[in-house]
């Protein structure tokens, strides 16, 4: 193997440029999450696996109507009969947080999928060999990201509307430079590698190398980067349902859920606790099954 | 080292005025009218006129970028017409807290990650593993969500900090805590990682073998080097911290650009919403290209360029 | 024995109990502030100190004639004086006018007013003042929303300095009420002049007994004393000018922020009380909660366009209207602490008509005949009832800045009932101000919640219900019969039977469910067991301005 091909994604971007990092404003473990050991990897797995089953099958789950409850159980503690306890409206909130999955996963992919898309166009046409499409291309992706994601996400909110659709467009907008650079990266790094140079030795014209041989081998690695970065997006997107600006209530998003629990905070506390431990579970299942099949894949890519 | 500074200077400008030209573009590839997308949610007779005479929308396309740009660098943010007030005075009104807040969180972060690091790295043990634990569950934790949590145990049950305000010391320790967390367990990363790799330099063992002590190593030397390529994340930093101040105001009602950002975003205040996010835009930009240069400046190889 | 306010303080909670006898935890509340009442009640009032008060709302608008935030109005009363003011009994004090009379045609107002009120930027306040008010709300292009409450009204005449005649077009019963009213409110003619007033700041001259020091957006409106007041009204518990130095509210929109923000001592009063936190406030001797005007003026109610398809058919209005039990709905968002409603007029309401209670509601059974008969037959992926492939789905627009008190809980409590009982989908949605507006203008708003601007009960009735209030104004045709109905007893001058046509308005506006009485609105207000003169006002149905405020020594 030559010896870029020993680098990750992330060590693949220079480091030394702040703006690289710039977009990860909700924060997402990029450069660490080294080597863990495999059972993390085996419980994170199954997390995500038991999440799509939720997201897909959610009566499996729970018997409980996650927008009909009986209001003569408001606010009742976790316990035999509600797992979670009971909101306000008498609704479960274990049935709430199952339901709930279906917005998180659907608006986080569905971001991930707009910044990935456009992201994956632009880091391909500056990740060949002209300085000045990399170059104009290189500056827009420093130009988005000098606006922080969560606020350049707001403003392309005010311009479309709230809704779902509309804060995925929103947040992977905002994510267009961080996908933009790690393909860009990756094109690179495989337009650089030797059997790469070799088939241009061979005869071969620079567009048949590209669809032969890059192109393949940029799209082989999307599948990596959306689970890497989805646990970010699912983070950002989580904090704009939190200010109103997602799903609307009584939807069980888990962002809307939180905002709703801060009326009743000082009596009941598990309104509040319990869709933000599904956000965070969720975020970290991603990211470690993300960092590790990056790192088991990172061999075979260039 | 001048030329480098000096290009840098130049990046930044052209990264300035990309973003303002963008946010210009924006608003011209919208579909509907630059003056109904102005106005926000607000109707009244002679608006739209009031509008386009502000904005030029009579003259042509470059004249009325000109006038964009040079307003725009004058500080003229143009007029809310929800709010019935010049945008700089809505903005400029709120920005205090919320810088106070992403700068004393700024501050927090630095502090914890530095710590954290300086013990942890390169060890072996079982701190260092609850440590890295840590780092993951806060990078990955939503900071409106530790707000919540926070509040309930410091604020409902032990009592020890006030729900809300932006008045005195006491006010300010939650809502700083909560933003600095999620930032410090990405920051602790980083650090972490550049200290290790220092610590395998061979100038580490000359002073080692000079047997100076572990922690003297580790604070005058590693750290040193390794504070080096965390500077360079200050920019991406406070561009951070500005936009999960927006949240955690929300969280706590601390008053901000967060209250004013969100209630322009829910009135379609298109003027306020461009300012907010083009000044964080400036100061993101600003901060990096200052930390880049004290980087230049501070590093001894770049400075005998 | 007790002192007036406490003494006023306490009869308004009296009121209140009989009104809720059944509830225990408003009685345990009582009982404390029964033992304050008791101990401060050989304290006098004392002058000085400054008040801060957190308050949900922060007004769109600070004019009281462009405003029409319920929760606006009685920020306003701080620095806006009437011509007379409304007695707790429904009868008038004076205020700024000292005297009034009504001619025999029912046509003609005639105040003389006080010869000593100055306006806050030393303008004088005359006969001319006054017209000049009327005449400002009276146009038009001035796009006043007090003007509502002009809709007899003709012109007015300067008959003297300090006397002035309200000439109407046509008898108006509640004509007299509305001049009582803080939207009528009179603003200097200067600065009335000066355009844009909401903004408030000192540019906003009224003659009331605070100042309007200054706005900070997002944060407080901040008032100082009026030195100079001593046109109190009539029913104020003191004369002169306020005891308080200085009264800032803050706007602190979250319940447990305003909640943390007294316990901690940052306010000393507070507005929007959350039910779950009464307790707190009711039980600690630190603290006093006060409840009240409940249900003197309307409901809080959903206002269904009866033109507008699918509610345009009266089975889908009534199936919407019978199809969820609202008892244990408004029991768990407000624990007890209000009733719900049977009519469009408050239960405590002179005007109230009682014939409702148990008329109407929870008849899931006839909900579903209605809504089969109508043709909603079909059923689709989620449980809703379609017809010819289109879900029975109505939107409930609530504009934003009017969301307090909990309501749109309550809304999506109805909105789970009704999904479940009768697959009828109710659609709420926090609306902007603006799109608000345009859909009123348009005539094309859908389910609008709302607790009317306390004024005359005819006059209440036309503004939901009229041919010419603020909901059906834009509409071409609405019922013939209710208009009909409210525009006689607007224009009627016996008492009898103006209650009995406001009776029969109530009763049809609720029997072809044109409106759904939710509930009884009381306000909440916690404070310092230092705090005192706190009560409600009756003209305003909200608390009342800071005026007779004042704070006891430690």
Same mark, same amino acid.
């Given at each position: ?302 | ?41 607000? *109707? ?18 470059? *004249? ?128 972490? *990682? ?19 002590? *572990? ?91 | ?554």
């Amino acid at each position: 193997m030559t010896a870029p091909s020993h680098r990750s994604f992330e060590q693949a971007v220079p480091l030394d440029r702040p703006e690289d990092l710039a977009g990860f404003e909700t924060s997402l473990p990029v450069i660490a999450v080294q080597r863990r050991p495999p059972l993390a990897f085996i419980v994170s797995v199954a997390f995500v696996v038991l999440l799509i089953a939720a997201a897909a099958v959610p009566w499996l789950f729970t018997h409980f109507d996650p927008l009909v409850g009986d209001f003569t159980e408001g606010l009742k503690p976790p316990g035999w009969a509600h797992l979670f306890g009971t909101d306000r409206l008498g609704r479960d909130v274990f049935a709430r947080t199952i339901y709930g999955t279906r917005y998180s996963l659907l608006i986080g992919f569905g971001g991930v999928a707009v910044g990935l898309g456009l992201g994956v166009i632009l880091g391909i046409i500056a990740g060949q060999r002209n300085r000045i499409l990399d170059e104009c291309v290189s500056r827009l992706f420093d130009m988005l990201s000098s606006f922080p994601g969560v606020l350049l996400a707001m403003l392309i909110v005010t311009f479309l509307g709230q809704g779902m659709l509309n804060i995925a467009i929103a947040v992977g907008i905002a994510g267009i430079p961080k996908f933009g650079r790690v393909v860009r990266a990756q094109t690179q790094l495989v337009r650089d590698a030797d059997y790469v140079t070799q088939a241009t030795v061979y005869g071969l014209s620079q567009w048949q190398v590209f669809l032969r041989h890059v192109l393949p081998n940029v799209l082989v690695a999307i599948p990596i980067i959306a689970t890497v970065y989805i646990g970010s997006t699912i983070l950002i997107v989580s904090g704009l349902s939190f200010l109103g600006l997602g799903p609307q209530p009584p939807t069980p998003e888990w962002g809307v859920m939180l905002a709703e629990s801060r009326d009743v905070l000082r009596v009941a506390w598990w309104p509040g606790v319990f869709p933000g431990l599904a956000i965070t579970a969720t975020v970290i299942a991603f990211s470690v099954v993300g960092n590790f099949l990056q790192k088991k894949f990172e061999g075979r890519m260039a | 080292m001048w030329s480098r500074i000096i290009s840098r200077l130049f990046t930044s400008l052209v990264v300035a005025w990309a973003s303002v030209t963008a946010t210009f573009v924006a608003l011209h590839a919208l579909p509907g009218r630059i003056q109904d997308i102005l106005a926000g949610d607000l *109707e009244y007779p002679g608006l739209r006129e009031a509008i386009a005479a502000e904005w030029g929308l009579n003259r042509t396309l470059p *004249e009325q970028y000109l006038d964009f740009l040079f307003r725009i660098f004058r500080g003229d943010f143009g007029t809310s017409y929800v709010l019935r007030q010049p945008v700089i005075e809505v903005v400029g009104s709120q920005l205090l807290p919320t810088v106070e807040l992403a700068l004393t969180a700024g501050v927090l972060a630095v502090v914890i990650a530095g710590g954290i690091a300086l013990l942890t790295a390169g060890r072996s043990n079982f701190s260092r593993e609850v440590a890295s634990v840590l780092e993951l569950v806060f990078a990955s934790t939503p900071v409106f969500w530790l707000g919540i949590l926070l509040l309930m145990a410091f604020s409902f049950n032990l009592r020890w900090f006030p729900v809300s305000g932006a008045e005195g010391w006491k006010s300010i320790v939650l809502p700083s805590i909560t933003l600095a967390l999620p930032t410090a367990g990405l920051l602790t990363q980083v650090l972490r *990682e550049a200290m290790e790799k220092t610590l395998d330099q061979p100038f580490v063992t000359t002073v080692r073998a000079r047997g100076v002590g *572990e922690f003297i190593i580790r604070w005058r030397h590693v750290l040193r080097h390794a504070l080096l390529p965390a500077v360079t994340l200050g920019g991406w930093l406070i561009g951070g911290l500005l936009g999960g101040a927006v949240i955690t105001e929300k969280v706590f009602g601390r008053p901000g650009l967060g209250t004013v950002t969100l209630g322009a975003v829910l009135t379609h205040d298109v003027p306020v919403v461009l300012t907010v996010v083009l000044l964080a835009a400036f100061i993101h930009v600003a901060a990096s290209t200052l930390l880049d240069i004290l980087y230049v400046l501070i590093d001894p190889r770049l400075r005998a360029q | 024995m007790f002192d007036a306010p406490a003494t006023r303080a306490l009869k308004k909670y009296v009121q209140v109990m009989r009104m809720k006898n059944n509830s225990l935890l408003v009685n345990g509340i009582a009982v404390a502030l029964l033992g304050i009442g008791a101990a401060q009640a050989a304290d006098q009032p004392i002058s000085g100190g400054a008040l801060t008060w957190g308050v949900t709302t922060e007004p769109s608008c600070f004019d009281p004639h462009r405003s029409s935030q319920q929760a606006a109005f009685f920020v306003a009363r701080n620095y806006i004086d009437s011509l007379i003011a409304k007695k707790t009994d429904g009868t008038f004090a004076p205020w700024l006018a000292t005297e009034w009379s009504i001619s025999a045609d029912g046509k003609e107002y005639t105040y003389k007013l006080r010869e000593d009120v100055v306006f806050h930027d030393g303008e004088k306040f005359d006969a001319v003042a006054v017209k000049a008010n009327f005449d400002f709300i009276f146009k038009p292009e001035n796009a006043a929303t007090a003007v509502s409450l002009l809709q007899t009204f003709d012109h007015a005449e300067v008959v003297s300095p300090y006397v002035v005649k309200l000439v109407l077009s046509k008898p108006d019963s509640s004509f007299l009420e509305s001049t009582s009213n803080v939207k009528l409110g009179l603003i200097s003619p200067k600065a009335l002049e000066k355009g844009d007033l909401c903004g408030g700041g000192r540019a906003l001259a009224g003659t009331g007994p605070f100042i309007f020091e200054g706005y900070t957006r997002g944060q407080s409106a901040v008032f100082v004393r009026n030195p100079a007041y001593k046109w109190g009204p009539g029913n104020a518990a003191h004369e002169g000018p306020a005891y308080l130095d200085r009264v800032t509210f803050r706007f602190l929109p979250e319940y447990a922020v305003r909640t943390g923000a007294l316990t901690s001592g940052q306010v000393d009063l507070i507005e929007g009380v959350q039910p779950t936190d009464a307790p707190l406030f009711a039980e600690q001797p630190d603290f006093k909660l006060l409840t009240g005007p409940s249900g003197a003026s309307t409901s809080f109610t959903f206002n269904i366009n009866y033109t507008r398809p699918p509610a345009d058919d009266v089975r889908v209005r009534r199936a919407l209207r019978d199809g969820f039990d609202l008892e244990p709905i408004v029991k768990q968002v407000y624990l007890g602490t209000v009733p719900r409603a049977w009519s469009i007029i408050g239960p405590a309401n002179p005007a109230y008509n009682k014939a409702l209670v148990g008329s109407w509601g929870n008849d899931i059974a006839g909900a579903n005949k209605l809504l089969d008969e109508a043709g909603w037959t079909g059923r689709d992926s989620e449980g809703f009832r379609t017809k010819d492939g289109k879900r029975l789905s109505i939107e409930v627009g609530y504009p934003q800045p009017y969301v307090r008190d909990n309501r749109d809980i309550l809304i999506q409590g109805v909105q789970a009932s009704l999904r479940k009982n009768v697959g009828l989908d109710l659609n709420l949605r926090l609306i902007t101000a603006g799109e608000y507006a345009k859909n009123n203008a348009n005539g094309t708003w859908t389910i609008y919640p709302n607790t009317d601007n306390p004024s005359d009960p005819a006059r209440e009735l036309w503004d939901m219900l009229g041919s010419k209030g603020f909901l059906y104004a834009n509409i071409s045709n609405p019922d013939p019969e209710i208009t009909r109905q409210i525009d006689e007893a607007l224009a009627s001058t016996d008492p009898v039977r103006k209650r009995e046509l406001t009776d029969a308005v109530q009763k049809r506006g609720v029997d072809q469910a044109f409106i759904v009485p939710l509930f009884a609105p009381s306000w909440f207000l916690a404070a310092k067991s230092t705090v005192n003169g706190l009560s409600f006002e009756a003209g305003l149905d909200s608390p009342s301005s800071a005026y007779d405020f004042w704070i006891a020594k430690k």
